[in-house]
């Protein structure tokens, strides 16, 4: 019963809103429901079952790529957070100079750069590696992914630096803390929530990456976009949407942690 | 109070420039300034007068570009702030955020390494000293703006400093709690006998809690003294008109007769005035006068001044009276409401004005 004149009330915002949210997830719910489809079909409703997740379960492949996903969303998630971690506080622990900027941007340029143009490069550049070495394992991608993981990780944390009063650190120097002291006991507890939020986010960006890995795989290194991608080719089955709901489920967790980290964050300001 | 001759801190010819060439600022320039063991020692000036430059310098957060900081007879203004037996409340505290009361309390002999029997005993005594007790083990968060200016104080003062630095902690907090802190700082002072270095723009409580104040504008120190000195007895201009509320009046010097001096007003009337040792006054001076050192009174032709009144401000314990000279300059006369009721004079009135003895004093301009 809103009586008077209210600044936060406008006209037609909730219908706009629903509608977005509606063209925004009927089609992920419409994947999700044909997950459980009983019949062949993707497109046609024959019954519930759980017949495509047992058989994405039991599909080797699937699973391969899935666990290679996995291995290289962490390594190079952890790599970059650890990359960018020490980047963000080298950018922001210090007075402005010349050339600060460019450096911002350069640590930033991979979010700028087009994908497409990252993944022919890093092509060109790894299949002469490949040949002067010989070796073509996983480290490839795991490089590539780091690579484009690093402004990922490194937007939390600077913004998180940013934020945090330097009085704090420099109350632990006048309280006998040395350089490294003032981090370990200050600096870094105080950064944690942002260097996770990092991890997470670069984590969730290369487990989907697709464009870059596709460019640098070897034979037989299909992660789960790839391998996904590869099944377009054939006649889709809804196994295709099991495998995407726990990629969905798996995001969701993901995002979820995120979020109660970012709010604990707050409480702590 | 016994060894208040040993210098705690000796300042000698400090200055602090930022920058080069034509985009120089200098903070500081040329500072001098003793401070003694045990002393309750304020830096006030208006912001931007590099006080808290000092106070960092002090404290290492900053390195002076001229000079030497010495504390007990040593140079410290080389080392790196957590090589110095010197400890800061922080303006907004800075309490780490993360850590309970009693940790923040004990973080400074941690990170100096003391057995953990002692921290824990050290921490309690100063839990204690701020009455505190009862929050040790709440995150800082969760205590109000006074109790964390109260952890603030205990954390600094905690690993013992040779002296203890305080940058306007009191800021924050509102004038009932302030004032409450400002009683509580004076007991903290007397019962731990650390040498305080107290940075504030207000000279209330600048007047209310030192031992000695330097009184500082554009990076440079105006005068040193007791408060009733510098309230009194101000070397300049600046001292005068920053601290407290002071009447300016011209006048010309008629005749030096030792420590008194004969001066006479624009109006003819003659005042003796009172003026600093290392002023040789001639010609044209200005002369100050404090507002509760004169008094209102019925028009009489005796009287040193006359003129009109302008205004009534009533303030509760006091009346401030603003009286029109004949000169068209403003007068201001404090006089405290020592009967219940009006004061018996209203605007319009022509009055005359008594000058306490002893109440003028000539300026350096």
Known sequence: ?????????????????????????????????????????????????????????NNNLVIEAAIRSVQIAAIAAVIATAVATLAAIATTRTAGYRGLTFKYSFINMPLMVPEIVTAVALLILFSRIKVWTGYSGLGYLILAHTAFCIPFAYLPIRARLENMDLALERAAADLYATPFKVFRYITLPLLWPGILAGMMLSFVISLDDIVITEFVKSA??????????????????????????VFLLLSLAIVTIFFFLSRSNEKSD | MRKQQEL??????????????????????NIFLNIRQNEFFTLLGPSGCGKTTLLRLIAG??????????????????????????????????????MTVAQNIGFGLEMLGRPKTEIATRVEEMLALVHMEAMRNRKVMQISGGQQQRVALARALAPKPKVLLLDEPLSALDYKLRKEMQVELKRVQAETGITFIFVTHDQEEALAMSDRIAVMSHGEVRQVGAPWEIYDRPAERFVAD???????????????????????????SLL???????????GKVTIVIRPEHAQLATPSSTAMLTGQIEDLTYLGTDTHIRVRLPDTSLFTIRQQNNRVGPIGFSAGDAVSLNISEGAAQILKD
């Open chain 1, 220 to 245: 037989g290194q299909e992660t789960l976009p790839t391998y996904m991608l590869g099944q377009l080719r054939r006649a889709i089955t809804p196994e295709m949407n099991a495998i995407s709901t």
């Open chain 2, 272 to 282: 003796d005035a009172t003026y600093p040792v290392d002023l040789m006054p001639e």
């Open chain 2, 242 to 268: 920053f601290i407290g509320e002071t009447n300016f009046l011209a006048a010309d010097v008629i005749s030096v007769d030792g420590p008194r001096i004969r001066v006479r007003l624009s109006n003819g």
């Open chain 2, 8 to 29: 705690a801190i000796e300042v000698r010819g400090v200055g602090r420039v930022y920058g080069d060439g034509a985009g120089q600022v200098t903070a500081l320039s």
């Open chain 2, 61 to 98: 957060f900053d390195f002076p570009t001229d000079g030497e900081i010495l504390l007990y007879g040593e140079d410290i203004a080389p080392l790196p702030p957590f090589k110095r037996p010197v400890n800061t409340v922080f303006q907004n505290y800075a309490l780490f955020p993360h």
């Open chain 1, 1 to 57: 019963m809103r009586k008077r004149f209210d600044i936060r009330v406008q006209p037609g915002f909730a219908t706009i809103a629903m509608f977005c949210f509606f063209l925004l997830y009927v089609p992920i719910f419409t994947l999700v429901v044909y997950a459980f489809n009983s019949g062949i079909s993707i497109a046609r409703w024959e019954g519930f079952s759980f017949r495509w997740f047992v058989a994405a379960w």
